[in-house]
T-cell receptor, first 113, second 110 residues
Protein backbone atom coordinates (compact mmCIF):
# COMPACT_ATOMS: atom_id res chain seq x y z
CA UNK A 1 0.00 0.00 0.00
CA UNK A 2 1.50 3.31 -1.10
CA UNK A 3 1.31 6.12 1.41
CA UNK A 4 0.76 9.82 0.82
CA UNK A 5 3.55 11.37 -1.22
CA UNK A 6 4.24 15.07 -1.68
CA UNK A 7 6.50 16.97 -4.02
CA UNK A 8 8.73 18.83 -3.94
CA UNK A 9 10.18 18.34 -0.46
CA UNK A 10 11.70 21.81 -0.31
CA UNK A 11 11.08 24.98 -2.28
CA UNK A 12 12.39 28.53 -2.18
CA UNK A 13 10.37 31.29 -3.81
CA UNK A 14 10.44 35.06 -3.93
CA UNK A 15 7.67 37.28 -2.62
CA UNK A 16 5.02 37.85 -5.29
CA UNK A 17 5.70 34.61 -7.15
CA UNK A 18 3.32 31.70 -7.53
CA UNK A 19 3.86 28.12 -6.37
CA UNK A 20 2.25 24.72 -6.99
CA UNK A 21 2.59 21.86 -4.53
CA UNK A 22 1.58 18.31 -5.39
CA UNK A 23 0.18 15.40 -3.45
CA UNK A 24 -0.61 11.79 -4.31
CA UNK A 25 -3.15 10.26 -1.99
CA UNK A 26 -2.92 6.87 -0.39
CA UNK A 27 -4.41 3.99 -2.35
CA UNK A 28 -8.15 3.67 -1.72
CA UNK A 29 -8.51 7.24 -0.41
CA UNK A 30 -10.84 9.68 -2.20
CA UNK A 31 -10.39 12.75 -0.01
CA UNK A 32 -7.42 15.08 0.26
CA UNK A 33 -6.91 17.82 2.85
CA UNK A 34 -4.21 20.46 2.96
CA UNK A 35 -2.76 22.00 6.10
CA UNK A 36 -0.27 24.79 6.69
CA UNK A 37 2.12 24.45 9.62
CA UNK A 38 4.11 27.54 10.55
CA UNK A 39 7.24 27.07 12.60
CA UNK A 40 6.43 26.19 16.19
CA UNK A 41 2.69 25.99 15.56
CA UNK A 42 0.10 23.30 15.02
CA UNK A 43 -1.17 22.60 11.52
CA UNK A 44 -3.97 24.84 10.24
CA UNK A 45 -6.65 23.56 7.87
CA UNK A 46 -6.56 25.16 4.41
CA UNK A 47 -9.16 23.15 2.49
CA UNK A 48 -10.40 19.70 1.62
CA UNK A 49 -11.20 18.12 -1.74
CA UNK A 50 -13.63 15.26 -2.21
CA UNK A 51 -14.23 13.73 -5.62
CA UNK A 52 -12.66 16.70 -7.39
CA UNK A 53 -14.68 19.37 -5.59
CA UNK A 54 -13.77 21.62 -2.68
CA UNK A 55 -15.62 20.24 0.34
CA UNK A 56 -14.61 22.73 2.99
CA UNK A 57 -12.28 25.63 3.51
CA UNK A 58 -10.44 27.17 6.43
CA UNK A 59 -9.61 30.80 7.06
CA UNK A 60 -7.26 31.30 4.12
CA UNK A 61 -7.51 33.97 1.39
CA UNK A 62 -8.57 33.14 -2.20
CA UNK A 63 -4.97 33.23 -3.41
CA UNK A 64 -4.79 29.76 -1.88
CA UNK A 65 -6.52 27.44 -4.34
CA UNK A 66 -6.51 23.79 -5.13
CA UNK A 67 -7.44 21.03 -7.49
CA UNK A 68 -8.19 17.35 -7.19
CA UNK A 69 -7.81 15.05 -10.17
CA UNK A 70 -9.79 11.93 -11.15
CA UNK A 71 -7.07 9.73 -9.64
CA UNK A 72 -7.60 11.67 -6.36
CA UNK A 73 -4.19 13.32 -6.45
CA UNK A 74 -4.22 17.01 -5.63
CA UNK A 75 -2.46 20.33 -6.09
CA UNK A 76 -2.21 23.35 -3.85
CA UNK A 77 -1.59 26.64 -5.61
CA UNK A 78 -0.58 29.83 -3.87
CA UNK A 79 -0.48 33.10 -5.81
CA UNK A 80 1.20 36.36 -4.88
CA UNK A 81 3.40 34.74 -2.25
CA UNK A 82 3.97 36.62 1.00
CA UNK A 83 6.74 36.15 3.53
CA UNK A 84 4.21 34.73 6.01
CA UNK A 85 3.44 31.91 3.59
CA UNK A 86 6.74 30.32 4.60
CA UNK A 87 5.70 27.09 6.30
CA UNK A 88 5.49 23.32 6.05
CA UNK A 89 2.55 22.36 3.84
CA UNK A 90 1.06 19.03 4.72
CA UNK A 91 -1.24 16.96 2.58
CA UNK A 92 -3.43 14.29 4.16
CA UNK A 93 -5.66 11.75 2.52
CA UNK A 94 -8.57 9.81 3.96
CA UNK A 95 -11.09 7.19 2.91
CA UNK A 96 -13.98 9.61 3.12
CA UNK A 97 -14.67 13.26 3.73
CA UNK A 98 -16.09 13.07 7.22
CA UNK A 99 -14.52 11.65 10.36
CA UNK A 100 -12.09 9.34 8.59
CA UNK A 101 -8.55 9.18 10.02
CA UNK A 102 -6.07 11.35 8.15
CA UNK A 103 -2.86 9.93 6.74
CA UNK A 104 -0.28 12.66 6.33
CA UNK A 105 2.48 13.00 3.78
CA UNK A 106 5.97 14.21 4.67
CA UNK A 107 5.17 17.75 3.64
CA UNK A 108 6.69 20.45 1.46
CA UNK A 109 8.84 23.04 3.17
CA UNK A 110 8.21 26.40 1.45
CA UNK A 111 10.47 29.34 2.10
CA UNK A 112 9.48 32.76 0.74
CA UNK A 113 12.24 35.38 0.61
CA UNK B 1 -14.92 29.01 17.03
CA UNK B 2 -13.40 25.75 18.18
CA UNK B 3 -10.29 26.28 20.28
CA UNK B 4 -7.88 23.55 21.27
CA UNK B 5 -5.43 24.26 24.05
CA UNK B 6 -2.56 22.08 25.16
CA UNK B 7 -0.43 22.36 28.23
CA UNK B 8 2.31 22.43 28.89
CA UNK B 9 3.74 23.70 25.60
CA UNK B 10 7.25 22.68 26.61
CA UNK B 11 8.22 19.80 28.81
CA UNK B 12 11.65 18.62 29.84
CA UNK B 13 11.63 15.44 31.86
CA UNK B 14 14.13 12.90 33.06
CA UNK B 15 14.18 9.37 31.81
CA UNK B 16 12.13 7.09 33.99
CA UNK B 17 9.73 9.76 35.16
CA UNK B 18 5.98 10.00 34.56
CA UNK B 19 4.09 12.99 33.25
CA UNK B 20 0.76 14.02 31.74
CA UNK B 21 -0.02 16.33 28.82
CA UNK B 22 -3.44 17.98 28.83
CA UNK B 23 -5.66 18.93 25.92
CA UNK B 24 -8.76 21.07 26.44
CA UNK B 25 -11.21 22.00 23.71
CA UNK B 26 -14.00 24.52 23.62
CA UNK B 27 -16.94 22.87 21.84
CA UNK B 28 -18.66 19.50 21.95
CA UNK B 29 -16.84 16.67 20.23
CA UNK B 30 -17.11 12.93 20.62
CA UNK B 31 -13.70 12.19 19.16
CA UNK B 32 -10.13 13.36 19.51
CA UNK B 33 -6.82 12.52 17.86
CA UNK B 34 -3.26 12.49 19.13
CA UNK B 35 -0.31 12.85 16.75
CA UNK B 36 3.44 12.79 17.16
CA UNK B 37 5.82 14.87 15.10
CA UNK B 38 9.61 14.50 15.01
CA UNK B 39 11.66 17.56 13.97
CA UNK B 40 11.33 18.25 10.25
CA UNK B 41 8.99 15.31 9.81
CA UNK B 42 5.32 14.77 9.18
CA UNK B 43 2.59 13.80 11.63
CA UNK B 44 2.31 10.24 12.87
CA UNK B 45 -1.05 9.12 14.21
CA UNK B 46 -0.83 7.84 17.78
CA UNK B 47 -4.38 7.47 19.04
CA UNK B 48 -7.94 7.93 17.86
CA UNK B 49 -10.35 8.35 20.78
CA UNK B 50 -13.92 7.83 19.66
CA UNK B 51 -16.15 8.13 22.71
CA UNK B 52 -16.47 9.44 26.22
CA UNK B 53 -14.31 7.44 28.59
CA UNK B 54 -12.18 6.00 25.79
CA UNK B 55 -8.73 4.91 26.90
CA UNK B 56 -6.00 3.65 24.60
CA UNK B 57 -2.47 2.54 25.39
CA UNK B 58 0.55 1.94 23.22
CA UNK B 59 3.82 1.19 24.96
CA UNK B 60 4.63 3.95 27.43
CA UNK B 61 1.84 6.23 26.20
CA UNK B 62 -1.77 6.17 27.35
CA UNK B 63 -4.49 8.52 26.11
CA UNK B 64 -7.95 9.14 27.53
CA UNK B 65 -10.96 11.23 26.62
CA UNK B 66 -13.58 12.89 28.82
CA UNK B 67 -16.10 14.48 26.46
CA UNK B 68 -18.13 16.01 29.28
CA UNK B 69 -15.12 17.90 30.61
CA UNK B 70 -13.86 18.47 27.04
CA UNK B 71 -10.52 17.14 28.14
CA UNK B 72 -8.06 14.58 26.88
CA UNK B 73 -4.87 13.49 28.56
CA UNK B 74 -1.73 11.84 27.21
CA UNK B 75 0.12 10.09 30.02
CA UNK B 76 3.76 9.15 29.69
CA UNK B 77 5.05 6.35 31.87
CA UNK B 78 8.76 5.85 32.60
CA UNK B 79 9.88 8.17 29.83
CA UNK B 80 12.71 7.19 27.50
CA UNK B 81 14.73 9.37 25.13
CA UNK B 82 12.95 7.96 22.06
CA UNK B 83 9.76 9.69 23.20
CA UNK B 84 11.32 13.12 22.61
CA UNK B 85 9.10 14.76 19.98
CA UNK B 86 6.22 17.23 19.66
CA UNK B 87 2.78 15.89 20.51
CA UNK B 88 -0.41 17.38 19.10
CA UNK B 89 -4.01 16.82 19.96
CA UNK B 90 -6.65 17.56 17.34
CA UNK B 91 -10.43 17.85 17.42
CA UNK B 92 -12.77 17.57 14.41
CA UNK B 93 -14.35 20.81 13.25
CA UNK B 94 -17.39 20.69 10.97
CA UNK B 95 -16.64 17.04 10.28
CA UNK B 96 -14.07 17.59 7.56
CA UNK B 97 -11.31 19.57 9.26
CA UNK B 98 -9.14 19.05 12.31
CA UNK B 99 -8.31 21.85 14.72
CA UNK B 100 -4.91 21.23 16.24
CA UNK B 101 -3.46 22.46 19.48
CA UNK B 102 -0.14 24.29 19.43
CA UNK B 103 1.68 21.14 20.41
CA UNK B 104 3.70 20.03 23.41
CA UNK B 105 7.41 19.83 22.77
CA UNK B 106 8.77 17.00 24.90
CA UNK B 107 12.44 16.52 25.68
CA UNK B 108 13.48 13.46 27.65
CA UNK B 109 16.92 13.77 29.20
CA UNK B 110 19.16 11.15 30.85
Amino acid sequence: ETGVTQSPTHLIKTRGQQVTLRCSSQSGHNTVSWYQQALGQGPQFIFQYYREEENGRGNFPPRFSGLQFPNYSSELNVNALELDDSALYLCASSRDRVNSPLHFGNGTRLTVT
Amino acid sequence: ELKVEQNPLFLSMQEGKNYTIYCNYSTTSDRLYWYRQDPGKSLESLFVLLSNGAVKQEGRLMASLDTKARLSTLHITAAVHDLSATYFCAVPNSGYALNFGKGTSLLVTP
